[in-house]
């Protein structure tokens, strides 16, 4: 098994999952670059086992802006002492990502924050994404609402409640609170968060103008979604540009 040897701390690390910190890593500096970060909460997050329970996590308080591949934290879902270690999480993160990685196997990531636009909508009595376009129709049927929110997710319960609120779908609009998006892989994650935020912006300006919104068919919405999914590669050369963006400007995030 090939080994990665972290240049910032000399640590060693299995390469499959080096690669993996990277990608996450390259995920919360970008999301300052589109400004979806906010103070040093919301966390990203990304399976390591197969069965979801270790995963790796941002550490507490640190902002997305410095955040490199060898500051994630590997974490145990299943281990109870977590919390009580030097290096302890975020209490919402851990309730949030560990009930979720612990609970669905296949949310190999987590990406959760409050992006403006996507968290307006998340505020609204009826917070559903209305398909008035091709990115709005993306998310047609393919995004859960919890209309449950009760306050900072900081006990066991409401980490469960959230993971089952995800239902049988990868995209969660949070009521009251923000979005969290699950996939296989960090750069289709991403792509979903990235959509679904220019999707809000769409809408909520829609609905500034105070007309009627022209909603597409049923039919129409379906159809758009699926085209969508044909394009699934797309994710992964955007990211891949992303990144490339990023070892532009301050490759430190690859450390």
Not at 51 to 60: A, I, Q
Not at 78 to 95: F, I, K, L, Q
Not at 108 to 126: E, G, M, N, Q, S
Request: glycine content about 6%; proline content about 4%; overall charge negative.
């Amino acid at each position: 098994m090939s080994q990665v040897t972290s240049r910032r701390t000399g640590q060693e690390y299995d390469a499959q999952e080096w690669a993996l910190r990277v990608d996450l890593a390259a995920a919360f500096r970008l999301a300052v670059h589109f400004d979806w970060h906010e103070s040093v909460g919301n966390h990203f997050s990304a399976a390591v086992s197969s069965d979801g329970k270790k995963f790796l996590l941002n550490p507490k308080w640190k902002h997305f802006s410095e955040i490199c591949a060898s500051d994630l934290l590997l974490l145990d879902a299943g281990d109870p002492e977590v919390m009580n270690g030097p290096d302890a999480p975020d209490t919402t993160a851990w309730c949030i990502h560990g009930a979720v990685h612990a609970a669905v196997p296949n949310a190999r990531v987590i990406l959760h924050c409050h992006p403006i636009y996507a968290t307006t909508l998340a505020t609204l009595k009826d917070p559903s994404m209305k398909p008035i376009d091709q990115n709005t129709a993306r998310f047609f049927n393919r995004m859960s609402i919890d209309s449950n929110f009760s306050g900072l997710a900081d006990e066991a319960e409401e980490g469960q409640r959230i993971a089952r609120a995800f239902g049988n779908q990868s995209i969660m609009m949070m009521g009251n609170h923000g979005v969290s998006v699950a996939a296989d892989t960090v750069a289709e994650a991403f792509e979903d968060l990235y959509f679904l935020e220019r999707a809000a912006k769409t809408l909520i300006l829609a609905y500034s103008t105070g007309q009627e919104l022209n909603i597409l068919s049923d039919e129409i919405a379906e159809k758009t979604a699926q085209s969508w999914e044909e394009f699934g590669d797309a994710a992964f050369a955007h990211f891949d540009h992303l990144k490339a963006m990023l070892d532009k400007t301050d490759p430190s995030y690859r450390e």
